[in-house]
């Protein structure tokens, strides 16, 4: 029986439930001290100086340290692996704290106190003089020439610039009796919002540094901290518990440098850095912003000529991951609707705001609306229907790209829009919708999107575990592929139990917690990788450890290895099924033989070089009360080929996520600033519009399970691309409702009433009757 | 230091219990620190998400903003209480786990808080009436939905009903 495409309950259910489980600061040492951090409250300038001396009057102050105390080495922040290619490695532009103060929020100083109470004081007790430099917040006012400049070897603060070319655009656009659809699509800053703030504690024991934190990957955090302190990256160990979510804002160096280096400050002693609400909003990652700007030339039978892409990345004050978003977004485009001529442009900006950095999706949820929005627009200037527009022109199958070496073995596309037309009854309700007057109109709208699986070849793909054999003939197992809320844990014990041969995932004991002196080396959670990258080593391990096992079955029944398997927990014969032990005997002979004791365990590395498409899309039904400039949000249904479900429960409840996320990204989310200081106003759960149990109708999420071809389980991403179609698919729907394309969001009241007003679908006949 | 400092009688997950808090904490801060109940977490300490959601004398507050000397004479509920003697789950805790509600965790102990309280109430809400009734707890991880389903079927199911979704 397989163990595998079950919708086992997750093996972390239960203390979960009861709360048992161990977050961060669950594990908190008694005593530890408390850092809070003095942020800027200047978007651009130079700190003179920091006077510190009635903080450290405080009572339970211990320490004050400032950008003026910190070491000069600087440091990248980017979650990627590390490359041994110098040319390939991220950007280090970071210090612990700043001098040159580059947003509102930046990291000046630090009080470590003996109590929280005391920190704070000490915080609001430091003075810092600045001298105030000019901001820029805008992503293409901050290209011009003449703009404020925040890092000296970025000239118009443009981190990277790339492009992309195929065939020759300039003469397709030529052809006469071509139709152009131009249009400016621009996409807000979103925070992750996970429920669990960052933090993380630090000490040192035996000459090494110890940080204990809120991270999705562990080991890259090991080597970031080295880097940050100029300490051997051996000589931290960095300890991952159970996380309360991280959606990529966690797939960043985020305060552990600084918690590490603090601990050194005071004897090695524990120090701890908690986040508030606020610090996370603000001072952690948010999602870039990008501004696209599309041209598309039609044929008049629906054929895409030419297209131009220009994408224009808001990187905020910091490199983070920098380019690597924006070039994912810009990469998408020739492979989603392929044509013949493509011009593609893609920069990457600094501005005055907080830095961006990896967010559930990376790029493609702001790829996936220019893209969608300019599409359904394209339709509607040929007066075909866009489903069919779509059909015609997306990524066929058979389709291949030569970089990733990814091909589109099946018709997926097609058959996605199919499942997810027929569920919400798309063609009859399109034409019903259609003859809707009066101020409450419905509509139905979708939208697409492709995916990869990990990150192979742009960086290091690698997957490593152990599995020890325990003397109740379960599996302990261990890898450094992250849970963070995801249910990975539960994909890799059901995936153990099918390649092992035990009777239940229950018997296979995940050791949650990664520590980076203990656990295999792994990347973390990010790129949607973990399910697709742990069954190779996973079935590589599996292996090793099976034969070993055998081996040692031999010695003890006097069968060939050749003749035996296991199956169900069992050792048996394969030829009559005849059960000749059980593990559990083996194991405990093994470890308890006078004569030959074995502890049996198996370990190895895959290499993933492979890469994966995974597709999908999104039908969202919406009815909007034009006066009221309120949209509802009626209908909504995911369509995802992420290859074969390893556990279709908790798959189906990745997809209700996403969607959530996409609905917030079109209708409500945004971080939003001051125009005149560069402040953020809503860096807070109540002003920053989080969607909550009102906000959404049912989530349907509804799967096509192609296999794919190069995963030892047929499975491929599902973590980030249900977080992908969901606004465009509503900002079509509204489109479809009311005859109005709005190309920017979040689509929320004040952005409804400026649009339809400009549409002359409300007048403000109060104000004229005041005139 | 005697008047920062209050001796605070409670009844925790129904024990009788006394301790000396500071008059600044928050019961977050007293039950996570003085009783180690670490189910009661933090996630804005402004009242905003609810995720140190417990209930005191039956009735669902947010935690982060009572403060801790208010809960002098009160009974007051956290998820470790819920737990049977034996160690089992509660009919909500086990329909959390098998509805596929819990995913990172987080806003899974004061969600359970919540709907103790609604499922307490012994009616039979509608689904706008439930969907409000937990309204004020943020989650990121599951779109609600599964733990709409938690609770909906648990409501049903202690009025002897089914419901198919």
């Known amino acids: ?771 | 230091m005697s008047a920062q400092y209050k001796l605070v009688h409670c009844t925790v997950n129904g024990k009788a219990v006394e301790k000396m808090v500071d008059v600044r904490a928050s019961l977050t801060d007293m039950l996570r620190n003085e009783y180690h109940l670490t189910s009661v977490k933090k996630g804005c300490e402004v009242g905003e998400c609810g995720a140190c959601n417990v209930l005191i004398d039956g009735e669902a507050f947010n935690s982060c903003i009572y403060l801790a000397v208010w809960a002098e004479g009160k009974s007051i509920q956290t998820l470790e209480g819920l737990l049977s003697p034996e160690g089992e789950l509660s009919d909500i805790q086990q329909a959390f786990v098998d509805e596929t509600a819990i995913q990172c965790g987080f806003c899974t102990p004061g969600f359970i808080m919540t709907a103790v309280e609604i499922l307490n109430t012994n009616k039979l809400y509608t689904d706008e009436e439930l969907r409000k009734l937990l309204s004020g707890h943020l989650c990121r991880c599951t779109g609600y939905e599964n733990i709409f389903r938690a609770v909906k079927k648990t409501m049903y199911r202690r009025q002897g009903k089914t419901i198919d979704f």
Request: aromatic share 8%; hydrophobic share 35%; net charge negative.
């Open chain 1, 1 to 771: 029986m397989s163990k595998v495409g079950k919708s086992e309950v997750r093996v972390d259910g239960f203390d979960k439930a009861s709360g048992r489980t161990k977050y961060y600061e669950d594990r908190m040492p008694a005593g530890a001290l408390y850092v809070r951090i003095k942020h800027a409250d200047i978007a651009h300038g130079m700190v003179k100086s920091v006077d510190t001396s009635a903080a450290e009057a405080i009572d339970g102050v211990v320490k004050v340290l400032t950008c003026f105390d910190v070491p000069d080495i600087p440091f990248p922040t980017a979650g990627h692996p590390w490359s041994m290619d110098p040319g390939h490695q991220d950007v280090a532009d970071r210090h612990l704290l700043n001098r040159h103060v580059r947003y509102w929020g930046d990291d000046v100083a630090v009080v470590i106190a003996e109590n929280d109470v005391a920190a704070n004081q000490g915080v609001r007790a430091l003075k810092v003089e600045y001298e105030e430099l000019p901001f820029v917040l805008d992503v293409q006012k901050a290209m011009e020439d003449g703009a404020p400049q925040l890092h000296e070897r970025f000239p118009n603060n443009i981190l990277k610039h790339t492009d992309m070319r195929k065939g020759d655009y300039q003469k397709a656009i030529e052809e006469p009796g071509l139709i152009k659809v131009e249009g400016w699509y621009d996409t807000p800053t979103v925070q992750h919002c996970h429920i669990e703030n960052h933090g993380c504690y630090a000490y040192e024991e035996n000459g090494r540094i110890v940080v204990v934190t809120s991270t999705q990957i562990p080991h890259i955090i090991r080597r970031a901290v080295g880097q940050a302190l100029g300490r051997p990256w051996a000589d931290i160990e960095i300890i991952k518990p159970y996380i309360g979510g991280g959606f990529g804002n966690k797939q960043d160096v985020l305060y552990e440098p600084l918690c590490a280096w603090c601990s050194t400050q005071v004897g090695g002693r524990c120090v701890r850095i908690d986040c508030s609400r606020e610090e996370t909003f603000v001072s952690n990652r948010v999602r870039h912003a990008i501004r696209f700007h599309i041209v598309t030339w039609l044929k008049k039978d629906g054929t895409i000529q030419a297209r131009k892409v220009e994408c224009f990345s808001n990187q905020g004050a910091y490199a983070s991951h920098g380019h690597s978003i924006v070039a994912k977004a810009m990469g998408s485009f020739p492979q989603h609707y392929p044509c013949e001529n493509m011009e593609c442009d893609a920069w990457t900006v600094f501005t005055n705001r907080p830095a961006a950095g990896a967010m559930r999706g990376y790029g493609m949820p702001q790829a996936s609306f220019a893209d969608e929005c300019n599409i359904e627009d394209c339709a509607k200037a040929l007066g075909m229907e866009s489903y069919e527009f779509r059909k015609k022109n997306i990524m066929p199958q058979g389709f291949h790209d030569a970089f990733s070496g990814n091909t589109n073995y099946y018709d997926t596309y097609r058959e996605c829009m199919a499942k997810g037309a027929e569920y919400i009854d798309y063609a009859r309700k399109k034409k019903e919708y259609a003859n809707d007057t009066g101020d409450i109109r419905r509509g139905i709208g979708m939208a697409t999107f492709w995916y990869n699986t990990a990150v192979y070849p742009i960086s290091l793909e690698t997957s490593s575990n152990r599995m020890l054999l325990n003397l109740d003939g379960t599996v302990t197992f261990q890898c450094g592929e992250t849970e963070i809320g995801q249910g990975a844990d539960t994909a890799y014990a059901q995936m153990v139990a099918e390649a092992l041969g035990l009777a239940s995932y229950r018997d296979v004991r995940v050791k949650s917690c990664q520590d980076t002196d203990i656990t295999p080396t792994g990347l973390g959670a990010y790129a949607s990788r973990q399910t697709y990258v742990a069954g190779f080593s996973i079935r590589q391990t599996a292996d090793l450890l099976k034969e070993k096992i055998l081996k040692y079955a031999n010695e003890l029944t006097r069968q060939s290895v050749a003749c035996m398997d296991i199956v169900d927990g069992n050792i048996v014969r394969k030829e009559d099924g005849v059960v000749l032990m059980s593990l559990s005997e083996l194991a405990m002979t093994a470890q308890y033989n006078p004569v030959h004791s074995e502890h049996i365990t198996a370990e190895s590395t895959y290499t993933i070089r492979n890469n994966a498409y995974s597709f999908g899309c999104t039908f969202a039904e919406v009815e909007v009360d034009i006066p009221m400039c309120k949209v509802t949000l009626k209908n909504i249904v995911n369509v995802h080929d992420c290859g074969k479900l390893i556990n279709p429960a908790l798959a189906a409840a990745q997809v209700h996520g996403g969607m959530s996320m996409a609905i917030g990204f079109g209708l409500s989310e945004q971080l939003i600033f001051d125009e005149k200081t560069g402040k953020p106003l809503n860096g807070n759960l109540l002003d920053y519009k989080l969607s909550t149990f009102m906000d959404h109708p049912h989530l349907e999420a509804e799967f096509i399970e192609n296999a794919e071809p190069t995963s030892p389980f047929g499975t491929k991403a599902l973590g980030e691309p249900p977080a992908c179609s969901g606004a465009p698919a509503i900002r079509n729907a509204i489109l479809d409702a009311t005859g109005v394309a709005i190309d920017h969001n979040p689509i929320n009241p004040h952005v409804l009433f400026a649009e339809f007003s400009k549409a002359g679908l409300i007048h403000d006949d109060w104000r004229e009757e005041e005139k």
